[in-house]
């Protein structure tokens, strides 16, 4: 069974960082890119960052680009998202994601909330 379990979240003030997490499970993690995305309050997901399977090729939003770091090690089974100088508007539910033969998977996401 696939499984993937995001942590790391949490309550942070603007300009600060927090590294995001998600372990998988269930298939060869090492062979499948990976994705972040969130979903803000009452708005739809937004696509946040990808990265290859090895982790040679990585992709952001332009409303993340230079703040925040994609990353994984395929021998821990991790993903990780590393955000820095956040802002208010990073405020959302922070979900990884995979496709694995054309279906897609997802965790149950972690909240990052940016308030003063």
């Known amino acids: 069974e696939v499984q993937l379990v995001e942590s790391g979240g949490g309550l942070v003030q603007p300009g600060g960082s927090l590294r995001l997490s998600c372990a998988a499970s269930?298939?060869?993690?090492?062979?499948?890119?990976m994705r972040w995305v969130r979903q803000a309050p009452g708005k739809g997901p937004e696509w946040v960052s990808s990265?290859?399977?090895?982790?040679?090729?990585?992709y952001y939003a332009d409303s993340v680009k230079g703040r925040f770091t994609i990353s994984r090690v395929n021998a821990w089974n991790t993903l990780y998202l590393q955000m820095n100088s956040l802002k208010p508007e990073d405020t959302a539910v922070y979900y990884c994601?995979?496709?694995?033969?054309?279906?897609?998977?997802r965790g149950k996401g972690t909240l990052v909330t940016v308030s003063s």
């Open positions: 269930g298939f060869t993690f090492g062979t499948y890119g």
């Open positions: 990265i290859s399977s090895r982790g040679a090729n990585t």
């Open positions: 994601e995979t496709t694995l033969d054309g279906q897609e998977y």
